[in-house]
């Protein structure tokens, strides 16, 4: 079930967040100019990260379904920035938009697995087709992405990994099983290809957001009742605002990571 947020609620999330966020941040040097893909950047969490890198000094580029979205920040965020129009569901569309981003920018030193669908689901209602496609947009691309850059990350000497996982398995969350499911399997995918891939020093680890107040949270999940329930559960007072998690990406893409692989990064204010 959806359940839409009152403007007035929104609008208190937003005060209560802006009144809590530090602007004193760091900046890591060994980010600029490096080469970095994103997938699912054009809004929520992706579009923070886009963001924060590009502000870092970074060469972006990302990948989304939404052309609106992806066109708004590209032109916001400015040179540097670039974008391909692409279904992940495809996965040989998905590894020509990586190509052709490689050519505008370079290969990979960082790729940043982000984009997922978190849409509720009951698990009486689940088919095999709807199954396969939520591990498909919440899984498989992740693995190919992978697959498609670390050729070029190996000649490189290097580079880093970052997976996007999830709280809501590891909080037992319900309404979800198939997101669930794949999103623990991210955890899986991190291990192996962090022991595959070490021995050419490219890092693989999992970004683990706990509920993070996007505008699409907010719109769609978000009620009065839910944020009461998760005030109870996190240890920190405030809700999460998605530069957070933006951030832990920069750390752990920075050479200040150098040697963080094969783990989980939790941005969940204490909730797991």
């Keep these: 079930m959806q359940y839409l947020t009152s403007p007035v609620v929104a609008q208190l999330i937003n005060i209560k967040i802006e009144a809590n966020m530090s602007t004193n941040l760091a900046t890591y040097p060994s980010l600029s100019a490096k080469t970095v893909f994103i997938t699912g950047g054009a809004s929520g969490i992706g579009a923070e990260i886009v963001s924060a890198f590009a502000k870092q000094g970074a060469k972006v580029g990302f990948i989304d379904l939404d052309?609106?979205?992806s066109q708004r920040l590209a032109k916001k965020l400015g040179d540097n920035v670039y974008f391909e129009i692409c279904d992940l569901n495809d996965i040989s569309a998905m590894k020509a938009s990586i190509s052709n981003l490689t050519k505008l920018i370079g290969p990979a030193d960082i790729l940043v697995n982000n984009a997922a669908s978190d849409d509720r689901h009951n698990w009486k209602d689940v088919t095999e087709d709807y199954w396969?496609?939520?591990?498909?947009?919440?899984l498989r691309h992740q693995f190919f992405a992978i697959q498609h850059v670390a050729p070029e990350m190996i000649k490189k000497g290097g580079g880093s990994i970052i997976n996007m996982g999830s709280n809501s398995w590891w909080e037992?969350?319900?309404?979800?099983?198939?997101?669930?499911?794949a999103k623990s399997a991210v955890h899986g995918l991190t291990r192996t290809m962090a022991r595959d891939l070490g021995q050419h020093r490219i890092r693989v680890n999992t970004v683990v957001p706990g509920w993070i107040m996007t505008e699409r949270q907010k719109t769609l999940w978000v009620t009065p009742e839910g944020l009461e329930n998760q005030y109870k559960r996190q240890c920190l007072p405030d809700l999460i605002d998605p530069i957070y998690v933006a951030r832990m990406v920069l750390f752990l893409a920075s050479d200040d990571a150098s040697m963080c692989t094969a783990n989980n990064y939790m941005v969940e204010a204490g909730s797991i």
């Design 172 to 181: 037992a969350g319900g309404g979800f099983p198939a997101y669930a499911t």
């Design 132 to 138: 396969n496609e939520r591990l498909s947009v919440n």
């Design 67 to 69: 052309a609106d979205a």
